[in-house]
Nanobody, 121 residues
Framework: QVQLVESGGGLVQAGTSLRLSCMVS????????VGWFRQSPGNEREFVAQ????????YYGDSVKDRFTISRDDVVNTVYLQMNSLKPEDTAVYYC??????????????WGRGTHVIVSS
């Protein structure tokens, strides 16, 4: 049984920062990829970031490169998404995901329920 629980979403002003957390239950997931997707109304679910079990190999979607940073703390089984220089277009529901391989490719993923991020202009 695997559970992903997101937290940290909220309403913020453009140009500010926010940190999302994904608490992961299930030690096996620590050896695979964990990351974030987001989805806003009318758009497809978009890959945001991923971090591998080594804690150093990361991947980012083009729209968030140089602004967002993903990290993980295996002591508390939590993956973080530090979101800086937020823009109104970052407004979305952010979902934590976990699976083997590249998350944007694999069809077999575990999902959290999501946390809302709203960035006002």
């Amino acid at each position: 049984q695997v559970q992903l629980v997101e937290s940290g979403g909220g309403l913020v002003q453009a140009g500010t920062s926010l940190r999302l957390s994904c608490m992961v239950s299930g030690r096996a997931l620590i050896y695979v990829g964990v990351g974030w997707f987001r989805q806003s109304p009318g758009n497809e679910r978009e890959f945001v970031a991923q971090i591998m079990d080594d804690g150093t190999t990361t991947y980012y979607g083009d729209s968030v490169k140089d602004r967002f940073t993903i990290s993980r703390d295996d002591v508390v089984n939590t993956v973080y998404l530090q979101m800086n220089s937020l823009k109104p277009e970052d407004t979305a529901v952010y979902y934590c995901a976990a699976g083997t391989g590249m998350l944007w490719e694999t069809r077999n993923k575990y999902w959290g329920r999501g946390t809302h991020v709203i960035v006002s202009s």
